[in-house]
């Protein structure tokens, strides 16, 4: 038998009506940088609340680290690490006393414990600050923290829940570079849902899911192959006219796009662009070209941009926190 | 100051009273600790780590009465105050009555909190609860000769046998005590309390346990 660190059998979740993750199945190899990508509502978070035991499944099973996460649910819990979407930190506790208490409900021997401590603050740069209030920590510190608590115990497989939603972009920078030297120094197994592009581009391997299904599951390679050819987007003074003239010069069907003007795919757009700008009769404002990005994958599988929802709900996540604190 | 009876004056019959009463509504505040963490998301971190629910549930109970206890023990501090003697054996004997009391209440808190998710709620619903509790529990007031429907309400009180072992240890209660509580004719012995409100905390520990595990 193949040794996989997570292995999923036609997993369902229901609430009520919705079927939040209708029957999904895949495997994720021991040490490997599994990506879970799709837009808010996709049934990413149920699918870890799931494989983390939070939440028991309708049907289908799930195994981590060779135990059931429905009837050895200790023994999961004992062998995986996690750092959730919002904080789930004790902010009244200073960040070294939270790393303690996990400590010992996850049985990490004392002889041993201060000294992981801090190694494990020290990784994420926090050692400095280890006995001021987790409430005086800035969000990025927040979220190391979490990543440090989640390594504490040494657990087999990391999940992660859109690890840097809300943070700046040198914040996920680093958060990046820790897991990744993760996943090389310990072999970690590493599960992380996201919904940011470039970082999902990181992964070993990206599912896509899309209302609780998988609609696609390979290399990022590979995935972006599938779009295959380069994107070239233009605006014009006409645009019926030009997508008439397209279609009738070259063939090529070429698709609206309210933000971006008119978009069509070509093999090799860096040399069919020079000939393209001086034979185009229609007038041209501007022109572009880009390689196809996983942004890209998504749209032609799912026919959405992930990116829209995405943000909104970022947002809308950041005001839900801030007025969260403002009750207190 | 009028004497109630035995020698005993409002204040000293008071007394035990607000020993308990006190106790009683900082235990409360472990269901407030247990909104608290949901809210704030650390209780997710708990519900995952390898640890049983029941030992979640129970630690947060005995958490919140190791925190009441030292308020009672301020609270009886003061009794040379209000004339009422205390012996090393009396203040003894009352520490572990506080803790059961506190224990008990603390515990329907945490069932309350298993199902209340939100912090207003909790506070509207656990005031709801602790006032009438207090009010017919016999802090204020002898429960001998009440209506007869007030009678009622007081004996279904669980706090009502919370509150009277204290006040049996503390003005030194004799079996023929007017203080006494008697149900169905029977007059509670300091015992007969004591296993009254050990059960209903029991009783409340397991269905909070029961209603931790079911969530989700």
């Known amino acids: 038998m193949h040794n996989y660190a997570i292995k999923v059998e036609n997993l369902a979740k229901d609430f009520g009506e919705l079927h939040a993750v209708d029957g999904i199945s895949f495997n994720v190899a021991s040490g490997e940088i599994f990506g879970f990508l799709g837009p808010n509502g996709a049934g990413k978070t149920t699918t870890i609340s799931v494989l983390c035991t939070l939440t028991k499944p309708t049907s289908g099973r799930a195994i981590i680290n060779g135990y059931d996460v429905v009837r050895q649910q200790s023994k999961v819990r004992q062998s995986i690490g996690l750092v959730f979407q919002d904080s789930s930190l004790d902010e009244r506790l200073t960040g070294l006393q939270n790393l303690r208490f996990h400590a010992m409900v996850y049985n990490v021997p004392s002889s041993v414990r201060d000294k992981r401590i801090e190694d494990m603050l020290n990784m994420v740069e926090l050692w400095d600050k280890r006995n001021s209030e987790v409430s005086t920590y800035s969000g990025g510190m927040k979220r190391r923290l979490e990543l440090a608590r989640g390594l504490l115990h040494h657990p087999k497989v990391l999940f992660l829940d859109e690890p840097t939603l809300g943070l700046d972009p040198q914040t996920r920078n680093r958060i990046w570079e820790y897991i990744i030297e993760l996943g090389k120094s310990e072999g970690t197994t590493i599960f992380l849902t996201t919904h940011y592009m470039d970082e999902a581009e990181k992964a070993d391997r990206i599912a896509i899911i899309d209302s609780g299904k998988l609609v696609a599951m390979d290399n990022p390679i590979n995935l972006k192959n599938m779009v ?3 994107i070239i987007s233009i ?3 006409d645009d019926s006219k030009a997508i008439e003239e397209i279609k009738s ?16 795919n070509v093999v090799n757009g860096e040399e069919f662009l020079p000939g393209f700008i001086k034979e185009f ?3 041209i404002l501007s022109v572009s070209l880009r390689r196809p990005s996983l942004d890209d994958v998504f749209l032609k599988i799912t026919g959405r941009e992930i990116r829209e929802e995405g943000t909104k709900d970022g947002i809308r996540a950041m005001v839900h926190g801030r007025s969260r604190r403002m009750h207190h | 100051m009028g004497f109630l009876s035995d020698g005993v004056d409002f204040i000293q019959f008071m007394f035990p009273g607000i020993i308990g009463m006190t106790v009683l509504m900082s235990s409360f505040m472990a269901g407030v600790s247990l909104v608290w963490d949901r809210e704030f998301g650390f209780l997710k971190e708990v519900l995952v780590a390898p640890i049983s629910r029941t030992s979640v549930a129970v630690g947060k ?13 301020i609270i009886l501090l003061l009794a040379p ?10 203040v003894l004997g009352i520490i572990p009555l506080m803790f059961l009391l506190a224990a008990a209440m603390g515990s329907l808190g945490i069932l309350l909190a298993t199902r209340i998710k939100s912090m207003q709620a909790f506070q509207v619903v656990m005031q709801m609860l602790m006032f009438p509790m207090l009010f017919l529990s016999g802090v204020f007031f002898p429960v001998d000769g009440l209506p007869g429907w007030m009678n009622v309400l007081v004996k279904i009180n669980p706090a009502t046998y919370g509150i009277a072992p204290i006040r049996q240890v503390i003005l030194g209660g004799s079996a023929d005590s007017p203080f006494n509580i008697s149900v169905f004719g029977h007059t509670m012995s300091l015992w007969d309390n004591i296993i009254v409100i050990a059960l209903f905390g029991l009783i409340m520990t397991l269905l909070a346990m029961w209603s931790f595990h079911s969530q989700e």
């Open chain 1, 228 to 230: 295959g050819k380069d």
């Open chain 1, 235 to 237: 605006k014009t003074e």
């Open chain 1, 249 to 264: 010069r070259y063939a090529i069907e070429a698709r609206n796009d309210t933000n971006n003007g008119l978009i069509f």
């Open chain 1, 281 to 283: 009769t229609t007038k």
């Open chain 2, 61 to 73: 109970t005995f958490g919140s009465a190791t925190v009441a206890l030292p308020t009672g023990i």
């Open chain 2, 81 to 90: 105050l209000v004339g009422v003697s205390l012996s090393v054996s009396t």
